[in-house]
């Protein structure tokens, strides 16, 4: 349906700053919805971030008013600006598009970036 590639993952310190980027294969617009979920090892993974392709984004508690969610429609790219980093930040990040037809929803992972936030 839709290939989606993540970068930008790394090695930053508590209170720090990093982006991760999720390339889509197709155009954004023709999205109904795109976000970043991150994953520790022995826990679900959980929603960060989703934003929709009329814009209104989502943010889980844990995140709000740190990270930031926006799309390129130009360059078929989600990103997700994440500041004020914490330890607990750790996770594996995953790109998710959700594709409709005909109310059919089609879901689509990225492979993953790992964030580490050391202390």
């Known amino acids: 349906q839709v290939q989606l590639v993540e970068s930008g993952g790394g090695l930053v310190q508590a209170g720090g700053s990093l982006r991760v980027s999720c390339a889509a294969s197709?155009?954004?617009?023709?999205?109904?919805?795109m976000g970043w979920y991150r994953q520790v090892p022995g826990k679900q993974r959980v929603a960060v971030a989703i934003?929709?392709?009329?814009?209104?984004?989502y943010y889980a508690d844990s995140v709000k008013g740190r990270f930031t969610i926006s799309g390129d429609n130009a360059k078929s790219t989600v990103y997700l600006q994440m500041n004020s980093l914490k330890p607990e930040d750790t996770a594996v990040y995953y790109c998710?598009?959700?594709?409709?037809?005909?109310?059919?929803?089609?879901?689509?992972w990225g492979q993953g970036t790992q964030v580490t936030v050391s202390s």
């Open positions: 998710n598009a959700v594709l409709l037809d005909r109310g059919v929803r089609y879901n689509n």
């Open positions: 934003i929709t392709s009329d814009g209104e984004p």
């Open positions: 197709r155009s954004i617009s023709s999205i109904y919805a």
